[in-house]
C-alpha cells in the first residue's frame, strides 16, 4: 500500500512526506512544481516524483494503480489570498475543478480515501476563539470559499462512491524540519515568520506591522502558530484513522490553542536570532480578522493527535535554522 502525496514538494507536503518515510510508509509524489521545489523531496528519501499536474486524470489512474496507492494526500492547490481576491476564477480552476479531476482518477482508480489541506480561512470572521469546527463557515475570500467547496464535494463523494475524508484546517503554519534540508520557500513570501527572517538576513530593511489598531491587547494580530512538523504528524494519524475506521466525512482543525500577536511574534524572533529586526507600522492588510486561535481537541481525541513543538521559540528556531542554512532557498536550477 502506498500514500500518494499530490503538493509534496511544496513547504507542507515536503514535511509530510519526511514524516511518512520516517514512520516506514511507502510514498509516491505527483506535483506540477508551480510553486514546489524538486529539491524538496530529498533524493535520500528514494520516492518516486512525478511532474504532473492533478487534472491529468489519466496518469493519475496509472500511478495509482503502479503504486497500489490507497490513500492520498491532497496538498496542491493555489493559496494566495490577496490573489484569489482579484482573480477568483483561477482558484475555483486550480482548486475546486483541479481537486475534481483528482477525485474523478481516484474513484476511477478505486482508491477511496483522501486527507485534504484545508484552512482556518473556511471560517472567516470568527465570532469566537477558540474557533472548533462546528462553528460559522463565512469565507472572507475566493481562497477560503473553494477549499469550503471542496469540504463539500467530499460529502456528496462520499454518498455517491464511499469515499472518506479527513480535511485538516490547519491554522498558522510555521517551523522547519529541523534536521534534515527542507524548510519554507514560498515566492513570493507572504507569511510573517519567514519575512521575519528575511529581515534578520538582511533581505529586507524592516518588517511591515499590518496594523496596531486591533483590539487586541497590544493592537497587532493574534495567531495560531502551529510546527509544520506537528502537521505532519497529523496527517500521518489522519491516514492510519482512514484506513482502520470506516471513517465517512470529517474535518479537524490544527493549531497549538495559543495566540500570538505579531509583535509578539517578532520580539521572539529577534531573541532567537540576535537581530534587531527593525518593525514598522503600515496599513492593515485588507481581509485579516484580528484573532485566529484554533480548539483542536477533536483532533486530539479522535486521532490521537498531539502538537510537541508547540513552543513559538522553538517554531521559529527551526525556521531559522533552515533560513539562515539555506538564504536563497531551494536551487531550482537543476528542475
Ligand atoms: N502554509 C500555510 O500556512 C497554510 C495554511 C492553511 C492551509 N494551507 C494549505 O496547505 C497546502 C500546502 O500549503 P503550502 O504552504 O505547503 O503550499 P505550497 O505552495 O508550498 O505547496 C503546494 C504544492 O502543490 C503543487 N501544486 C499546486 N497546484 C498543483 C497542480 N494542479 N498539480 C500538481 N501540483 C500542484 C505546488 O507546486 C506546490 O508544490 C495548500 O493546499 C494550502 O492551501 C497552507
Ligand atoms: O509582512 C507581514 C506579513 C504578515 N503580517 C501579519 O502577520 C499575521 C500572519 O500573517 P500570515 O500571512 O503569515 O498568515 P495569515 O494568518 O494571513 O494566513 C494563514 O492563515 C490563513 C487562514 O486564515 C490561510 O490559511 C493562509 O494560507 C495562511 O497562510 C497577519 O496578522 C498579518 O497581517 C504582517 O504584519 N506583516
Redesign the pocket.
Known sequence: MSVLVTGGAGYIGSHTVAELVAAGESVVVVDNLQTGHRGAVLEAFNVPFYNCDIRDTKQLVTIMNDHAVDTVIHFAAD???GESVTNPLKYYDDNVAATGKLLQAMVEAGVLRIVFSS???V?GKPSRVPISEADAKQPENP??ET?LAIERMFHWTHRAHGLSSISLR?????GAHGSLPIGEDHRPE????P??LQVALGQRPH?????DDYETPDG????DYIHVMDLASAHRLAVRYLREHDAGVNAFNLGNGNGFS?NE?IEVARTVTGHPIPAQV?P??AG??PQ?IADSSQAQQVLGWTPVRRDLATIISDAWKWHSSHPNGYDDSTR
Open positions: 493559496s494566495l489570498v484552512t482556518a480561512a471560517y481562497y477560503g477549499k490547519y491554522f498558522n503554519a510555521a507572504s507569511h510573517l515568520i519575512i521575519i518588517i511591515q506591522v499590518f496594523g497587532t494580530c493574534i495567531r505579531v511574534v503600515a492593515r492588510r485579516d480578522p485566529l
